[in-house]
């Protein structure tokens, strides 16, 4: 019998994230645990924890989970896998160990789907290094899953949200589409070129970026998911205190992403994206609709968003481009904080 994942689910990946705004409502009445070895907590909205060992070593901690992205589950478990280790590299951080998160409906779907799903994550993983060694399963539908993943980073190396400065340059690395191309698929109005090249990047590593951003020295990085683009860019700006500026025009989209939204494809994740940025973002006028609707479109397993000091910029650049990253571009900048902290232009 062959699964179609996608059949089960009202919305996958990272558009089933909570939305940004009700998740910080809730997390401004937590308390945050206070410990001097804690390096990084949720206070910049990072990627990850991190945690101070000794002066030579740290743990990055991570975890990310979410349904069905794609219809075949041995695709669906690299996608969860790669999106959850990302979380990792965003951070400077190399990935070491894993535990697998997983909600499968048994008596709904054939123990095989879950079998390849598990094979699907564990192949990704021992691709990025990572040893799964164990996890947990409960009976649950739609199926969910992804990792909890430790890695090593040395205390002083982080890169965080907070790490970018006025006058950086800033880098994505992977297109931006995913939200948009696989929500046409479900409305049967994707080309299938598109669907391959989106799934294509989902299950892409982001360890290549992860290790040019490293022996450039960078300090500021995170990786786009859920809450698309503009979000990641506008909870870096915040915690940098400084305002970004991307040029929307410049930024790399996935095959037909652009027209898809003339056709109406705009998944509902984007307009939540959008009300959570809007009193913090200045639009320039006249910018295009579809543009400014593609930089809400919530990723799953996006590229990294690199802050690079501007003298850096071309070799880095460059160097991402021979790691295979080829749409690797400078899609805005760091400016010192002025009245908002996202300016899209
Ligand atoms: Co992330
Ligand atoms: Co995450």
Redo the contacts with the bound molecule.
Sequence with gaps: MTVDLLKLVEYGGCSAKIPAKQLEEILKFLPLPSDPNILVDIDTHD?AGVYRINDELALVLTTDFFPPVCSDPYEFGQIAAANSI??VY?MGGDPVLALNIVMFPAKGLPLSAYADMLKGGFDKATEAGVRIIGGHTIDDTPPKYGLAVVGFVHPERIATNAGAHPGDKLILTKPVGTGIIMAAQRMGIAAEPDIEEAKRLMKLLNKSGAEVMKKYNIRGA??I?GFGLAGHALKMARASKVSINLELGCVPLIGKAYSLVDEGCIPGASFRNLEYCENEISLAPGLDYNLKMLAFDAQTSGGLLISVPEEKTEALLSDLHSAGLESATVVGEALAMDSKHLHLS
């Design positions: 990627d990302s979380d965003a995170t990786d998911t």
